[in-house]
């Protein structure tokens, strides 16, 4: 017989298994820029308001390896809630002229950051599926 909520359950799981794939993928993105070799760069712009964002800041640095010179825009975590309490903080800690450190993709030297590691919210997406893909499981073996 045909049941239309068991399609809808095993579409559920289904989607909390890929979520749950994704979000490995952030979580090991994430721990994967941890090891990145380093090299000393600076800050070449830190501005109160980016081109994208009002309430976050502008802020560009430069770096070199292996003789090659590379400039990026720093880029935020996503589950940064902009404000313009946040932009201060990261133009005082990221202000011009400031040297940093600077984390490299060995194989890619292009992409690059300051802040490397996990995210608070990095979590979110694999813990999301993770109870989407046990709930749709349950509810198809005792539902």
Known sequence: MFNPYLIILILFTLAGFLAMAWGWNIIAKGRKTSRWPTVEGVIERSE?????????????????VNGQSYRRTFEFARDITPSQELAKSYVEKYAAGTRVTVYYDPGHPEHATLEPGLGRGDW????????????????????
């Open 48 to 64: 109160l308001a980016s081109d994208a964002d009002d309430l976050l800041p502008g802020i560009e640095f430069s770096y070199t």
């Open 124 to 143: 979110m997406v694999f813990a999301l599926g993770l109870g989407a893909a046990i709930s749709g499981i349950l509810f198809i073996v005792f539902g």
